[in-house]
Structures are given as structure tokens and as C-alpha cells.
């Protein structure tokens, strides 16, 4: 279906954010709310752009994926 849902929630603070594709296809985007406004912001930029850039059918292992 590839829609996106997005849900503010309490994470580690070492943890920014992070999307999960469920088996319907839907993007589930996790931004942790313990922190401020714009780092929330430049994550869901950053979760949205591994969404547009279909980065959820690589077959690479994530910390590869960041690097790029």
C-alpha cells in the first residue's frame, strides 16, 4: 500500500528515529519524542528520504545503507 504512518513515542535518546515496513507495505516511522523539534524534523527528512530512495528493497545491510 505503501503509506506512512507516523507515531511520536518515547525512544533511547540514542535512538533518533527509525521506519519499519509492515506486510501490508505501509511505512510505520518511529520519531522519538524525548527530543527537540528540529532534530525530530531533520529525522523524519531523514526516514522519509530512505522511504523515496526504496532503500526498504536493498539488499544491503543498514549500516551500509547510512553510509551512502
Known sequence: MDRVFLRYMPLPTTVKGLTVQDS???YNVYINARLA????LQTLQHEI?????NDF???LHIKDIERM
Open 57 to 59: 528493497q536493498k539488499q
Open 24 to 26: 501490508d507495505g505501509d
Open 37 to 40: 523539534y528540529g532534530a525530530n
Open 49 to 53: 528520504q530512505h522511504i523515496d530512495n
